[in-house]
């Protein structure tokens, strides 16, 4: 083909979040005279990482939330949108809770190739989540293609069997490696960010995430609150925002621990916090595929992860795993056993550069968007 093709990312909107950085991170390296992105996002804007996309030359629209009780209203818009908007080649669906509502749609408009993106691999707890997996119950048979970032993803959506059948493309949330692994600039960087918040000679405990149900904050400040107990020197550095924000507040206050505990908010330059970092601690109770810590690795950052957490993010010597099962005292234990590992293999040389595992192991974004252009261009009929 020698035109370009237009791809269409259904997001639920352009803030700072893990899908987003990740599409935007494609978004910059693509070869815009093979492939050009557009976004459709479900929310009232403007959104953190809106102009850039623009800027780039992706067009944004909008449409409303997907909300359950407005399905009527919700089917009017996205037929409204497809029908004005007939350039566009190929839909790739990341909401995959409505993606079986709007991909048929798209594809019954005109749209070439329809694609649905598994980016979870569990759902919100109660009626939510129930919904959700109700709506994506035959999403398989309801789009062209069936991606996901991780096996967990694509069996949490699609079923085992589907999988196990090769029928799911995997495609991993890859980062710009080079921004994030250690050089003088990041290290001297993470300095600053110690030297900030006074964390100078603090073993410092960090997380890097929305205050979510899925992230599972309260368990991370109980295996904090146990480290504490055997690090008087440690502190928590938590980065990002969301809706359990204040429930964490009150909860560091009522363990007593709220001066050892840092809530930095939202950070757009997420990379100068992980090199001011000793220990990243990751216990979710579900996820895709974290960015998190595919950043985390290649800062050389060690990290203790939930065994709910996809083994397919875990491919250098900096993850271990450990069971939500356990208790808070198992994982402070293992966790400070980690971080002194770890230390002494960058004191000795002895640990393997992650940014060299990560590019072999796909989570590249240079060398990722050259593989995804191939793939759209294969789809093409």
Same mark, same amino acid.
């Given at each position: 083909m020698n035109r370009v093709i237009t791809v269409l990312q259904v997001l639920g909107g352009l803030e700072v979040g893990g899908a987003e950085s990740r599409v935007m991170d494609i978004t910059r390296n693509l070869n815009q005279s093979k492939v050009r992105y557009a976004f459709l996002v479900h929310d009232k804007g403007p959104d953190y990482y809106e102009k850039e996309a623009e800027e780039l030359g992706c067009a944004v629209y909008r449409v409303p939330r997907f909300c359950f009780f407005n399905y009527f209203a919700y089917v009017r818009a996205m037929k409204k949108f497809f029908a004005e908007q007939t350039d566009i080649d190929i839909v790739q669906g990341h909401i995959t809770s409505s993606a079986a509502i709007y991909l048929p749609i798209a594809k019954k408009s005109g749209v070439k190739?329809?694609?649905?993106?598994?980016?979870?691999?569990?759902?919100?707890?109660? #009626? /939510?989540?129930?919904?959700?997996?109700?709506?994506?119950?035959?999403?398989?048979?309801?789009?062209?293609?069936?991606?996901?970032?991780?096996?967990?993803?694509?069996?949490?959506?699609?079923?085992?069997?589907?999988?196990?059948?090769?029928? =799911?493309?995997?495609?991993?949330?890859?980062?710009?490696?080079?921004?994030? /692994?250690?050089?003088?600039?990041?290290?001297?960087?993470?300095?600053?960010i110690r030297r900030k918040y006074g964390l100078e000679n603090r073993f410092v405990v960090g997380h890097v995430g929305r205050f979510h149900y899925a992230k599972n904050h309260e368990f991370l400040i109980g295996v904090f609150a146990?480290?504490?107990?055997?690090?008087?020197?440690?502190?928590?550095?938590?980065?990002?925002?969301?809706?359990? #924000?204040? *429930? #964490? /507040?009150?909860?560091? /206050?009522?363990?007593g621990i709220e001066q050892q505990v840092i809530f930095a908010g939202r950070q757009t330059k997420p990379s100068d916090y992980y090199?001011?970092?000793?220990?990243?601690?990751?216990?979710?109770?579900? *996820?895709?595929?974290?960015?998190?810590?595919? *950043?985390?690795?290649?800062?050389?950052?060690?990290?203790?992860?939930?065994?709910?957490?996809?083994?397919? =993010?875990?491919?250098?010597?900096?993850?271990?795993?450990?069971?939500?099962?356990?208790?808070?005292?198992?994982?402070?234990?293992?966790?400070?056993?980690?971080?002194?590992?770890?230390a002494r293999k960058k004191a000795t040389g002895d640990l393997i550069a992650p940014e060299l595992i990560l590019r072999k192991e796909d989570f590249d974004v240079t060398m990722q968007v050259k593989r995804l252009e191939q793939l759209y261009q294969s789809l093409m009929p």
């Open positions: 190739v329809t694609i649905a993106h598994a980016r979870s691999a569990g759902v919100d707890p109660g #009626m /939510k989540g129930f919904l959700t997996r109700l709506l994506r119950r035959h999403l398989g048979k309801k789009c062209d293609q069936m991606w996901a970032c991780s096996t967990e993803a694509a069996i949490a959506v699609y079923g085992r069997k589907t999988f196990e059948q090769k029928q =799911v493309t995997i495609i991993h949330n890859a980062i710009n490696v080079d921004q994030f /692994k250690s050089t003088a600039l990041n290290c001297s960087a993470g300095e600053e146990q480290i504490l107990q055997q690090k008087e020197n440690a502190v928590l550095l938590l980065v990002g925002e969301g809706s359990r #924000m204040n *429930e #964490m /507040k009150e909860l560091t /206050k009522e363990l090199h001011a970092m000793d220990l990243l601690v990751f216990p979710s109770r579900y *996820e895709g595929l974290p960015g998190t810590i595919v *950043e985390a690795q290649a800062a050389g950052l060690p990290c203790l992860v939930s065994d709910r957490v996809t083994k397919d =993010v875990g491919v250098t010597e900096l993850v271990e795993y450990e069971s939500l099962d356990s208790s808070a005292k198992v994982w402070a234990e293992k966790g400070i056993a980690l971080a002194l590992k770890t």
